[in-house]
């Protein structure tokens, strides 16, 4: 018996044929694409994994760096510190050595200070002793010792610089300072603070006080400025 071939029966096998070569397309493609990325991800986690391998260790050579830094950084501020301490020996060592060149009389110095005059007493009466009416040089000592107590970084007198070895005799009228003779009236310069010296030099019962008991005449004079010139010759 012969079957009849109808057109619905044609146009539903050409579909049926369609949508299985779709579907068969589609599978082959989606295996494909599964394929590649798979292993698209493979090497992506690959390169990650290099990746992070090397961030670690540029992270750690980036720490170790840090550290060094850091260390010589202390190192420097350490160096600083020490050389600062050198510094400051140093500018000491320098202050203390012209500090002791003015005190030896080696170097010129220039203030303000005081003038004290020490002259022999104008009345002399007959009968009496003229060496009670003379200055001596345990007069000048006691001004001297006292201006330097008072804080006078250096003195004179007559213009003679003191050093630390000077000596001061009366011989008669006249007063040798360092083999130097100077005849009365008795000039003592004296570069400090001249407030102080005088105030010093003027307290109740104090050298100026024993010195009129002595007869002998006293003045004094505030100056705004004294220079005086280095020692000559051996310390």
Do not use: W
């Not at 050298?207 to 004079?221: A, G, R, S």
């Amino acid at each position: 018996m012969k079957m009849k071939v109808r057109g619905k029966h044609v146009v539903l096998s050409l579909v049926c044929l369609v949508l299985g070569f779709i579907l068969a397309f589609s599978y082959s493609l989606a295996s494909t694409e599964d394929s590649i990325q798979s292993k698209l991800t493979s090497g992506q986690y690959q390169k990650e994994d290099d990746l992070r391998d090397q961030l670690i260790a540029q992270q750690e050579k980036n720490s170790m760096i840090q550290k060094e830094l850091y260390d010589k950084q202390d190192r420097v501020v350490k160096i600083e510190q020490d050389l600062s301490k050198e510094k400051q020996i140093y500018f000491n060592l320098a202050e203390d050595a012209e500090k002791f060149r003015m005190y030896l009389g080696k170097t010129g110095v220039k203030g303000q200070g005081l003038k004290v005059t020490l002259s022999d007493a104008n009345y002399k009466p007959s009968g009496e002793n003229v060496n009670n009416y003379i200055v001596h040089e345990h007069h000048v000592f006691k001004v001297i010792n006292e201006l330097y107590i008072a804080g006078a970084s250096a003195v004179a007198i007559n213009g003679q610089r003191l050093k630390h070895n000077s000596y001061i005799v009366c011989e008669g009228p006249v007063i040798t300072v360092d083999g130097v003779q100077f005849p009365a009236p008795f000039e003592i310069t004296a570069i400090g603070d001249s407030e102080v010296l005088s105030a010093a030099l003027n307290i109740v019962g104090g050298v100026k006080d024993q010195l009129v008991n002595d007869n002998i005449v006293f003045t004094e004079e505030k100056k705004q400025e004294i220079i005086l010139e280095p020692t000559i010759g051996e310390s």
